[in-house]
């Protein structure tokens, strides 16, 4: 993938978003639910109404193997939105969460994906458990590694990263990148993100997690790592400019100004051909100038 | 409502470990004790486990008590539990080990049942203690509380205005069900609250005594040790503390428990208002128990988002370099897990200006009036000597 400028991204990913949003609107209205069908729930919602009838419905659907997948998966996203009337979901919350841990181990794929995922956002220990087995004895596992440890990664105690150090020594890829992102909460593997920091035979994707990672557990060696990278004509624009942005967002006290520092990326941002790289270095000029003037 | 039943359940290592454990305890001549010990955030068993695991080795433990009889040794821990636990499966057990109480139940007992169904409310699931075939219909975790209040009775008549009280304001949370049961159990209470005699007066503000006793002098070790505050100023702990009293709290700032270091901070900062404009000569302090993770600019933002005024007086910190030190010197009820903390109890020491600690509330949510008290208390012993 081409290196892309962070704000031209945004604006792509904007553009995205709203495109999405607009044709969501078009395909809700026109289902047009008629009474019974899964995602009705939502338009006929009022506070009078009493939810357990329609809970009760949609926990049916959604447990039921014989109804399309499509339904089963709308019954879920239905109960899922309904979470958001609080504490008037309360009465059927532990039944929902019972329903969320059965279907966890469902035939059909995408319904434990979506329990699952639903379980591991409130950190449910059930599903956590049944993620670490996966994890740990692969022939069992209810979703691939990289999934569960995306899943797993919403408990931010870090209680996953024992699994993460397994993955990552024995898998290649999105797996590989996800225990990557665990072992961020983990300040003992700050060492090992530095090394995949620095290495130029990591994947860009690697390297660029890695710093990200460094950069929030200590910012002291991100600092460093950064610096080399930076003023390594050798290296790869990638990671140079997520160092360089990192660098500039780096405004910490005890960063005193640094002339040399300076002065290699004023050379980079006139000789670079990348605009990632020139955007990142302009952004750590200005953040210096904000310094200096501050 | 036809209820849907939990997926089925195998055990796992980490619950055979437990079930090991138990059994163990069981066999100890004084198995009430044992069980105690089972319970400590600081024992070898805990240590590297996650925070799922040591809350299922509570709520067995708690399910024990229920079954062979709650010692008093053992009370603080439910207490603390049905207070400010987060885990449902455990709070219920909490309560379940009540039942157990052979001596009067101290008063506060059963408004905290109520409170942990209070809550609940939002969290609440099936309880995980009971043993689960596909088919079986377990209780919830507020269903399991109402039945033991339910079970309690007049031993947890202090409850009725707290559970009264629930139902009038809250009643739409729950279902048909639970609300007729609710309804039993404040029948159940009594038509009246019971007097105090009748119960234990409930410990909730008396400190425990420091470690080593009253007046316990700080280690040298401990004085020596290196603390950095939410702006990066390194200072020893001598240096930090040493010529004003300070009320010192622990936390860490990815524990997700709010009832705990969050409330703790907030609280924190309050007492730390009250001081100012009380103009009295103290202090307060939170040390975190995360220091690798909890980085000045973490503790800065953690302190500030829930109402710390930072100055010499008020601060946050962490230790550069191991927390252990002070786990040992202070007595701290702190385990970790694989990364970070997985259990702990609150606490909270009072150091007067020559490093004693006058001091020290555990387990049970302190109140502001309760620590200026013993600031108070701690500035005057200075003062006197």
């Not at chain 1, 499509?70 to 309360?90: H, I, K, P, Y």
């Not at chain 2, 603390?80 to 057990?93: F, H, I, K, M």
């Not at chain 2, 157990?100 to 942990?116: R, Y």
Request: overall charge negative; charged content about 30%.
């Amino acid at each position: 993938m081409p290196a892309i400028d962070v704000d031209e991204y945004r604006n792509r990913y904007e553009q995205e978003l709203e495109r999405t949003r607009t044709q969501s609107t078009r395909t809700k209205g026109a289902r047009s639910y008629t009474d019974g069908e899964p995602g009705d729930f939502i338009a006929v919602d009022d506070a009078r109404d009493d939810l357990g009838p329609r809970v009760a419905q949609l926990l049916a659907v959604a447990t039921d193997r014989d109804r399309k997948i499509d339904d089963r998966l709308d019954a879920l996203q239905a109960l899922s939105a309904l979470e958001f009337l609080g504490a008037r979901f309360s009465p059927y919350r532990a039944e929902w969460v019972s329903t969320l841990r059965t279907l966890a181990e469902d035939p059909r794929a995408t319904v434990r994906r979506s329990a699952l995922e639903q379980l591991a956002l409130r950190q449910d220990p059930h599903a956590r458990e049944l993620l670490l087995t996966g994890l740990d004895k692969p022939a069992s596992a209810l979703v691939p590694d990289a999934v569960a440890l995306q899943f797993l990664g919403h408990d931010g105690h870090g209680d996953a990263v024992p699994a993460a150090r397994k993955v990552y020594r024995r898998s290649k890829g999105a797996a590989r990148e996800e225990a990557l992102r665990i072992l961020a909460t983990d300040p003992g593997s700050a060492a090992m993100l530095e090394r995949l920091m620095k290495d130029k035979s990591e994947k860009s994707s690697v390297r660029r997690i890695s710093a990200a990672a460094l950069q929030d557990l200590d910012p002291s060696r991100f600092e460093k790592a950064a610096r080399r990278v930076v003023a390594d004509d050798d290296d790869f624009n990638e990671i140079r400019s997520t160092s360089l942005t990192g660098l500039a967002l780096r405004r910490t006290a005890e960063s005193a100004p640094d002339d040399a520092l300076v002065q290699t990326v004023t050379k980079l941002h006139s000789s670079s051909r990348s605009p990632a790289v020139k955007a990142s270095a302009s952004r750590f000029l200005a953040a210096t100038r904000d310094r200096s003037e501050t | 409502m036809t209820k849907t039943t939990a997926g089925s359940r195998h055990r796992s290592a980490d619950e055979r470990e437990h079930e090991r454990l138990i059994h163990l305890a069981r066999q100890d001549p004084d198995s009430g004790a044992a069980l105690v010990r089972l319970l400590d955030e600081r024992a070898p068993h805990h240590h590297g486990r996650s925070t799922a695991s040591t809350n299922r080795l509570r709520a067995r433990v708690f399910i024990e008590f229920g079954d062979l009889g709650l010692p008093s040794a053992a009370m603080p821990f439910v207490l603390e539990e049905l207070e400010s636990g987060l885990d449902p499966s455990t709070v219920a057990a909490a309560g379940r080990a009540l039942l157990g109480a052979t001596e009067p139940l101290p008063t506060d007992a059963g408004p905290l049942l109520v409170s942990a169904i209070e809550r609940l409310r939002g969290n609440d699931e099936e309880v995980r203690f009971l043993a689960a075939n596909v088919g079986t219909i377990l209780p919830t975790a507020i269903e399991d509380l109402t039945g033991t209040i339910e079970q309690l009775g007049p031993s947890a008549a202090p409850a009725r205005a707290a559970l009264a009280e629930l139902l009038e304001h809250h009643q739409c949370c729950f279902n048909p069900a639970v609300r007729t049961r609710l309804e039993a159990a404040l029948h159940r209470l009594g038509s009246e609250d019971r007097p105090p005699c009748c119960h234990a007066p409930s410990d909730t503000h008396e400190p425990s005594t420091a470690p080593g006793g009253n007046d316990a002098t700080l280690t040298t070790d401990l004085t020596t040790l290196v603390l950095e505050d939410q702006d990066g100023n390194r200072a020893s702990f001598a240096e930090r503390f040493h010529g004003r009293a300070t009320a010192i709290t622990f936390f860490y700032t990815r524990c997700t428990n709010p009832q705990r270091c969050s409330l703790t901070v907030a609280r924190l900062a309050s007492l730390a208002r009250r001081i100012d404009d009380a103009r009295l000569d103290c202090g307060v302090a939170g040390i975190s128990y995360d220091p690798r993770y909890d980085r000045p600019d973490r503790l800065r933002t953690y302190g500030a988002e829930r109402g710390m005024t930072f100055s010499p007086r008020c601060s946050l910190l962490r230790t550069i370099g191991p927390f252990e030190p002070l786990i040992d010197a202070l007595d701290l009820g702190v385990g970790f897990g694989p990364v970070t903390v997985n259990q702990h109890r609150l606490d909270l020491m009072v150091v007067d200006s020559d490093l004693c600690v006058r001091a020290h509330r555990t387990r049970r949510l302190w109140s502001e009036d309760d620590v200026l008290a013993d600031l108070n208390a701690a500035t005057g012993v200075t003062r006197a000597q």
